[in-house]
Structures are given as structure tokens and as C-alpha cells.
T-cell receptor, first 112, second 110 residues
Framework: TQLLEQSPQFLSIQEGENLTVYCNSSSVFSSLQWYRQEPGEGPVLLVTVVTGGEVKKLKRLTFQFGDARKDSSLHITAAQTGDTGLYLCAGTDYNQGGKLIFGQGTELSVKP | KAGVTQTPRYLIKTRGQQVTLSCSPISGHRSVSWYQQTPGQGLQFLFEYFSETQRNKGNFPGRFSGRQFSNSRSEMNVSTLELGDSALYLC?????????FGQGTRLTVV
């Protein structure tokens, strides 16, 4: 069974600060996705990384896939209050019939 | 293009009752997955349906069941509700590895 571990679980920062969230596994994933979820809503797909070493940017958000495709990171530059939410990484576990598994999530709170 | 639609958004049920939740996937998506989300356990996979067949199942008791219709719409049913079933139930449709979620159904069991 493949597992995804996210760190930190909780993060509280001031507006304007930078932060990095990590998603790690002992297994190789063919791709990883990052989602953002607001309270009472469903997760929204932010990005998919596929190639080892790949870096993708989405405005102030930078996503990186590890060279060995076992880990990923999300870096937010100059965080804003609107970035507050639950950030989830997810990957397809082909050992379990191809189901999408999720990390436990990182709860980010950006204070004004 | 319409997104994933889940109904109802909110539901309050009594212990012992049963409940049916509905999910309409994005047009053209044949795979529908269901997840239970609670503060302590995070997103837990319930089951996945593809072309009316259950393709994958998580570690939930038999009280949790689902089905998919020929138009890809899916329903999940929980019988003999327990207090611990209170959660946000999320449906996701996919065509490939990326999942697109509905807004969820917030179920409260009292």
C-alpha cells in the first residue's frame, strides 16, 4: 500500500510570508496532484506533476516533483489571506487497483 | 461545462435510518469515486464505479454501498446510520488520473 505523508499538518503565518508544504512517500508515483479545499466545499485541483524534477508555477504557487517521483512540494510566495485552506496531495496507487489516495492535508491559515 | 453536482448539500438523519446521496459527474466522465471526509481521518476512499461496475472498494463496512447508472450518475447508500457516519461525503468524477470533486453532502447523524 502506498502512503502519502504531508508536512506540516498545520501552518499559521502572516500575510506576506513564504511557506513550503511537503508531500512524501516511500513509493514511486507516476504522477501527483495538488488540491486546495475550502471549508464545506470539495477539493479543487490545482496542478498535476508527471515528470521527475518537473516544476510548475501557478501565479505565486510553485509545485515541484522530486527527481525520483517519490515526493513533491508546494511553495507559496508572499501568502495572502485568500490562500487559507486545506492543501492536499494525491497520487494513484496502482497496487490498489488504481485508486486515488490522499495525504492527510496541510491546514494553512494566513492572517492579515 | 457543468461540474460535478451532488445532492443534497446538507442532510440530518437519526441513528438507525438510511440515506441515499446522489452524484452527477462531468459529462463524458465514466469514473465516479466516493470519499468520506472527517476532521480526524481526512479523505477516506469508499468506492469507485466505472461503466456501472464497482472497480475499487475501500475499507468500509457493508452498510456503505453504491451504484452507477448507464448515464454515469451515481448514488451511494448508507444503511443503519451511526453517529460516526457524520461526515462530508464527496463525489469525484475523472477521466484519467485527475479527479474533479463536487461540493459534497454534509451528513449529520443525531
Amino acid at each position: 500500500t502506498q502512503l502519502l505523508e504531508q508536512s506540516p499538518q498545520f501552518l499559521s503565518i502572516q500575510e506576506g510570508e513564504n511557506l513550503t508544504v511537503y508531500c512524501n512517500s516511500s513509493s514511486v508515483f507516476s504522477s501527483l496532484q495538488w488540491y486546495r479545499q475550502e471549508p464545506g466545499e470539495g477539493p479543487v485541483l490545482l496542478v498535476t506533476v508527471v515528470t521527475g524534477g518537473e516544476v510548475k508555477k501557478l501565479k505565486r504557487l510553485t509545485f515541484q516533483f522530486g527527481d525520483a517521483r517519490k515526493d513533491s512540494s508546494l511553495h507559496i510566495t508572499a501568502a495572502q489571506t485568500g490562500d487559507t485552506g486545506l492543501y492536499l496531495c494525491a497520487g494513484t496507487d496502482y497496487n490498489q487497483g488504481g485508486k486515488l489516495i490522499f495525504g492527510q492535508g496541510t491546514e494553512l491559515s494566513v492572517k492579515p | 461545462k457543468a461540474g460535478v453536482t451532488q445532492t443534497p448539500r446538507y442532510l440530518i438523519k437519526t441513528r438507525g435510518q438510511q440515506v441515499t446521496l446522489s452524484c452527477s459527474p462531468i459529462s463524458g466522465h465514466r469514473s465516479v469515486s466516493w470519499y468520506q471526509q472527517t476532521p480526524g481521518q481526512g479523505l477516506q476512499f469508499l468506492f469507485e464505479y466505472f461503466s456501472e461496475t464497482q472497480r475499487n472498494k475501500g475499507n468500509f463496512p457493508g452498510r456503505f454501498s453504491g451504484r452507477q447508472f448507464s448515464n454515469s450518475r451515481s448514488e451511494m447508500n448508507v444503511s443503519t446510520l451511526e453517529l460516526g457516519d457524520s461526515a462530508l461525503y464527496l463525489c469525484a468524477s475523472s477521466r484519467g488520473t485527475e479527479a474533479f470533486f463536487g461540493q459534497g453532502t454534509r451528513l449529520t447523524v443525531v
